[in-house]
């Protein structure tokens, strides 16, 4: 499980240990950009005590998408066959990480921990945050016809020919859009996505990077992507017509 930082110092050491107690045949691998108070640190200690704990140190904060696609490049050099992704404050339950993986075992190429499908649900958020998610999905799935009900969701399982057939290596993303972006490009290879139900717990200890802005980025990004989307339906009907 890869498991990008910045700034965790208050949860990091608690959230690996729950996901080794929970899983503990899944290794972790934290991703810390250069955090200032110290969690790359605490994670290097951990690792020196387990061996199934990996940091990399990267020398900036260069966004969410940066952290992971350096992750998977990581793990797949290593030889993983099934690389996860989470968040470090809690707000993704090790202790629910086995829904993922049994829908991975049973032939899913990308799974996603999602909030908005029967049986998922979020704990601790205002409605403001919780209509601005809704809403932001209801847009995705709109504009770019993606059957998924939560494409902005940051739990996730993906198999090793599923971030080949992606090519990560060109996935140029590097805010929470990556999430959309990875769903996206997997459905358009052709490949299985499904959702499972989780309860999505609000952080309690330090700072939501999350912000008006961020997803005001990402709507922009998406609403490009859409409108190529269409542009290229277009282009297909008008050739096929002409031909």
Known sequence: ????TYNESANV????GRLRAAQPHVDVLVM???SPDGTGKIVDAIAERDPQVQVVHRTEKAGLGAAY??????ALDQGYDVIGEMDADGSHQPEQLQRLLDAIAEGA??????????GGSIVNWPKSREMLSRGGNIYVRLL????VKDATAGFRLFRRATLEAIDIDTVTS???VFQTDMAYRTLQQGLTVREVPIEFIERERGDSKMSKDVATESLK????WGISERAAQLRRVVGARDA
């Open 144 to 147: 770019l016809g993606m059957p």
């Open 109 to 118: 190429d990308l799974v996603i921990g999602s909030r908005w499908i029967p």
């Open 13 to 16: 050491e608690w959230i690996i």
């Open 32 to 34: 810390d950009d250069n």
């Open 174 to 176: 590097t805010g929470y």
């Open 69 to 74: 696609r350096h992750g998977f490049r990581v």
């Open 1 to 4: 499980m890869v498991i990008p």
């Open 221 to 224: 990004l998406i609403t490009k």
